[in-house]
């Protein structure tokens, strides 16, 4: 923790109830997937811009607390962390359209930088992410949790209490993905986190010189999942290798 610096302004905010802290966000959302490199991350920071576009308020909180890219998907990674000395609370980070971001990068000394953490102090930074951050009123969160069903997951839904609006559940269309993210839908259930829908990204290749599209890890699979579990299939994201340096 010795390497995990933030610029304080004042003192730590008192502890309370979690829920409590967010009582002016309006929706809470979750994003998931049961394995990492399916751009996720790239999804979240996709519906967050499109929401604030549309004139919503928009939080995002980046909880992949080992791999965070929230911050550099935004245009905002070496930004700092402030506590306002008036309220004692994280102030976010403001980045485009207005989007308030809290990452852990923004507390880390440099990009090369591992977070080696044990379960429990992850679950301690997320914890305060939700109580010590002064988000403010807000229509939409969203919460980019890490890849999985662990800790961090775990935290974040047992923390807000049933609070959580919905979880977007983002895979590939390969055959092992399509074998976790089954996963991920029931955890959500379990959690009692209602599936929000389905987003399949990466699901075919469009060759710019011929226009023919070619599916490499398949076809379908990412709506197939969704009717069989009966959640809603929000979309498909075809490659862009422009993108290829944020998944």
Known sequence: MSNIKVNVRGGAAPPGSLADY???VKVKLVTI???????KSLVTAA??????????????????????TIPKLLGVAGSTLYVDS???RIVPVSGPFGVKVVSIDFMLPSDDT??????????????DFISQVDWGPLDVLMVDLPPGTGDAPLTIAQSLQG???GSIIVTIPSEISRRIVVKAIDFSRKVQIPVAGIVENMCCFVCPDSGKTYYIFGEG??????????VPFLGQIPMDPSLSKYL
Do not use: F, M
């Open 221 to 230: 699979a990412g709506r197939r999942i969704a009717e069989k579990a009966g």
């Open 114 to 127: 591992a977070v080696i953490w044990r379960g429990a102090l992850v679950t301690q930074a997320l914890r």
């Open 86 to 88: 008036r309220t004692g």
């Open 47 to 68: 519906v967050g811009l499109g929401l604030a576009l549309r004139g919503y308020r928009v939080g995002i909180l980046d909880g992949d607390i080992y791999g965070p």
């Open 33 to 39: 997937s049961g394995k990492g490199g399916v751009g």
């Open 163 to 165: 609070g959580i609006d």
């Open 22 to 24: 967010l009582k002016g």
